[in-house]
């Protein structure tokens, strides 16, 4: 028994959905297509699995991996800095000194 989950296109990337359809690999198989500025999913509950779960767990699981997008995207300055620090310190880079 299959059922359909629509995302809307502008709050939902592309990513965050397969990312989330990704991680209920273990209690259903996702396809996912677009339509009408939406993303949908054609979700296939394996058996013994209860759709209602499974809906709660891929809404769930777009909030999470959108929230973590976000988050990578608001830090990657200074993750990005911390990296070039800690490369500059470690005498890789030609003619630069190591102390």
Not at 12 to 31: G, H, I, K, M, P
Not at 66 to 92: C, K, W, Y
Request: aromatic residues 6%; charged residues 25%; hydrophobic residues 45%.
């Amino acid at each position: 028994m299959s059922f359909v989950v629509a995302f809307d296109a502008k709050t939902v990337t592309l990513d965050a959905l397969q990312r989330a359809a990704y991680a209920l690999s273990d209690a259903a198989t996702v396809n996912i297509r677009e339509g009408d500025g939406e993303l949908i999913c054609d979700v296939y509950p394996r058996e013994g699995v209860s759709p209602d779960e499974v809906e709660h767990r891929i809404r769930i699981g777009v909030i999470d991996q959108m929230l973590r997008l976000r988050i990578a995207e608001q830090t990657e300055p200074v993750r990005n800095l911390i990296f070039a620090l800690a490369f500059s310190q470690t005498g890789l880079i030609p003619g630069e000194p190591v102390e």
